[in-house]
């Protein structure tokens, strides 16, 4: 999942959806950290050792949806993240209310099994 920095050029791979072949970059200094003046987040001093030498047409993407799940409680969907077939669920272990969201998903789980689960979100996906 590539993430733009909005000033002055560069881009980056969100590092939770990024696996290396550590034989192809263990002679790079990796730095997961921002690039602020770049405006690029977690992983962004990756661009100037890595990511710029890097074809971006090149590189396999990941399908990326918004599914929407339903709070039991209010009714109200809330929106996750679906990535090829794995679900995100954003901020379960550091957010409010993401103890909830990981519970909501595991019931959801639990009741449907996997296949229905992913099948529903797909179809309702934005």
């Given amino acids: 999942m590539v993430r733009e ?3 002055f050029g ?3 791979l969100w590092p939770g959806y990024s ?3 550590f034989k192809a970059v263990a002679h790079l200094p990796l730095d997961f950290g921002t690039d602020t003046p770049r405006t690029l987040d977690t992983g962004g001093q990756n661009w ?3 990511y ?3 074809s971006r047409p090149a590189l396999t993407m990941a399908r990326t949806l918004q599914v929407w799940l339903d709070d039991p409680e209010t009714g109200v969907a809330e929106p996750f993240l679906l990535v090829d077939d794995w679900l995100h669920v954003g901020g379960a272990g550091h957010r409010g209310g ?3 969201a990981l519970e909501r998903v595991r019931r959801a789980y639990d009741t449907e099994g996997p296949q229905a689960l992913l099948e529903r979100l797909v179809a309702g996906a934005h």
């Fill in 5 to 7: 920095g909005e000033r």
């Fill in 19 to 21: 696996v290396f072949d």
């Fill in 48 to 50: 100037r050792v890595l």
């Fill in 10 to 12: 560069g881009w980056y």
């Fill in 52 to 54: 710029r030498s890097l």
């Fill in 98 to 100: 993401g103890a909830a």
